[in-house]
């Protein structure tokens, strides 16, 4: 993991601000409630395996691992099991847009998103010291 500036940090902790206040909001309107958002250091990835390597090491579990299409965004991404996936972004915008694009499925996500990656998992707050990044929920 690699340590970012400054200014790529604020911008990334603007994004995932937005997204989290984004995401309370929806909560709020849709009559559920949301987590409040736990921020741990700015990290980035090099590819969605070393995020995966870290997720485990971290304590998460993936004995299924598939790479799979990551869609419109300039991305690899991967899973582990169906509540498992994650992604690493080559430009930070895409990866506002798929937190945002996130918040409006059907299903409920629960996000940690760092400086160019993102993990879908249902306790992404247990992953957050070991991965750093901001949970959105």
């Known amino acids: ?61 993936c004995e299924a691992w598939e790479e799979i299409d990551p869609g419109d965004y300039d991305a690899t991404a991967g899973r582990c099991s169906d509540s498992v996936v994650m992604a690493v972004y080559a430009n930070p915008d895409e990866l506002a847009a798929a937190v945002d694009r996130s918040q409006n499925l059907a299903v409920q996500t629960h996000l940690l998103v760092g400086e160019n990656w993102l993990l879908n998992v249902d306790n992404p707050q247990d992953f957050v010291e070991a991965l750093g990044g901001t949970t959105v929920s």
């Open 1 to 61: 993991m690699n340590q970012v500036s400054g200014s790529s940090m604020r911008r990334v902790k603007g994004i995932a601000l937005a997204a989290s206040v984004g995401a309370l909001l929806a909560g709020c309107s849709g009559g559920g409630e949301s987590a409040p958002s736990v921020t741990g250091a700015a990290t980035e990835f090099s590819t969605v395996e070393e995020l995966r390597d870290a997720y485990v090491a971290a304590g998460g579990t």
